[in-house]
């Protein structure tokens, strides 16, 4: 075979991945036919996650490529032929205003001044619901409109906060000229009671492996990732914001070299006290219950991670921040927030680990200076976007330890431990790319650590060590600081042991 010959047998085996329409028109397609993200994953044999990731640049391959372009192919064309069909439509009816006893849906929504990127697309928005601009509409998130939209009427003359309008007496905002409610995102429809996932699980699987508890606990920890994304798809419905599994991410957030770390620093505490009093002590090593599950409320980063510079926070927005760190004075009695760093300098730390010193130089606690920041990655943030799937797995967990139910309680720590772990980059769940929100769910459960120290420093207790996540040795009645529990609000001690001498050893 001559060279040619090879060429020509190359091209001739060589297939040519099936083409997909601009991300831009994925969500609008799928959308336009009330097809949610969870009946194209099913269709599609993939997670939800996984096609939200599509929907916001990541393209799939194989074969499943081929069934989501078939998808989105067949959208665009039964779309066209329902508008070629429908050529002059009938005048849709203005939608009545809400009702005297409907205000609540109607909070937190103003009209901007200025068009302003939302914070799931990053097109122009005209409203923002909670201080986010954002779409009032799903659909309407996507490519920016041929024609601009109307401008609303300016905001009065003072800060928009003080000069925003009672709900009740906000009319309806006038969109392509009809009368719509102001309806934000998520509470439009409100799902169904999410389905008791765990339960049916930890049930099916101890049946197949007939009441072996041991062989059920293994293979229900190793299906432990899938089963979390599952859990937090369905516990993201009707939620008010659409998770984006795989933004784009800064190369701060992006591993060095194949087997280093990224340039973010987690404040994770690895602390002991330099000297005792003189004499014999008591010390109970203290564990804090699902530390990480507790770090899953947190204020996370909405959409794309956006660069600013400047020593200015934004406590509407989180993420990572290029920091210097203040002198910390306390090291005898209490760990440094962020960490034992032998380097001096500037340092890349996380929204808790910021969060934490700016409380910490506030005149409450008065006890560093404030932290300097040069740089900052954020993005509109909220606290609770993880909420429901947090409390999903507390309410498990409870009644699992209520039940002495073993098997349920592994499952539950395998789900949410794994969740946080293999979030980033990770081989092991390819549904959820957040290096960032892995990194700050880490370093709150660090912060909220060094509160239970704080706490137990200023209730009387001596603080001996602080390590991780989940360990706090002390010396003192700390039963009457801490409750004694396995509940996440509770401690249990794990171990008691002695330092120290003797007067008699002394002498």
Known sequence: MTDFE????????????????????RRPLREALNVSRAQLAQALGVAASTVGGWESGR???????????????????????????????????????????????????????????????????????????????????????????PEPAPEPAGHPEAQRPAATDR??????????????????????????????????????????????????????????MQLLDHTRKGGRYDIVAHPWLPDVLRKQTARGADQVWEARPKWSRPELPPGEHEVTALDVNGAYLSALKTHLPLGQLEHSTGDHHDRRRAGIHLITPPAWDHDQVLPNPIGNRDEAGPLWVTEPTLRLLQRLSGPKYALCEPPVIHESWTSGATEGLLEKFRITLKDARDQAIAADDDVTLEYVKAMYSKFVSTMGESNYNRDLYRTDWMHLIRSQAFANLWWKAHRAYEEGLMVVRAMGTDELHVIGEWRAVFTEGRGLTEMEPKDIYTVGTTTEEQA
């Open 59 to 149: 393209d799939p391959s194989g074969e499943v490529r081929e069934k989501y372009a078939y998808f989105l192919n067949g959208a665009r064309t039964k779309l066209d032929t329902a508008a070629t069909a429908d050529a002059e439509p009938a005048v849709e009816p203005a939608e009545e205003p809400a009702e005297a006893d409907e205000p609540a849906d109607l909070d937190d929504v103003d009209e901007l001044a200025d068009p302003q990127p939302c914070v799931l697309c990053g097109q122009p928005a005209h409203h923002q619901v909670e201080g986010f601009p954002q779409h009032l509409d799903p659909t309407d998130c996507g490519p920016a409109p041929a024609a601009p939209a």
């Open 171 to 228: 009319p309806p905002v006038r969109q392509a000229g009809r009368s719509v409610k102001v309806v934000p995102v998520g509470r439009r429809m409100q799902s169904a009671d999410t389905p008791d996932l765990i339960t049916s699980t930890v049930t099916a699987v101890l049946a197949e492996h007939t009441g072996d508890t041991e062989a059920a606990t293994a293979a229900l920890v190793k299906r432990a990732i899938p089963d979390a």
């Open 6 to 25: 090879a060429i020509d047998a190359l091209l001739a085996r060589a297939k040519q991945e099936t083409p997909l329409p601009p991300v831009e028109e």
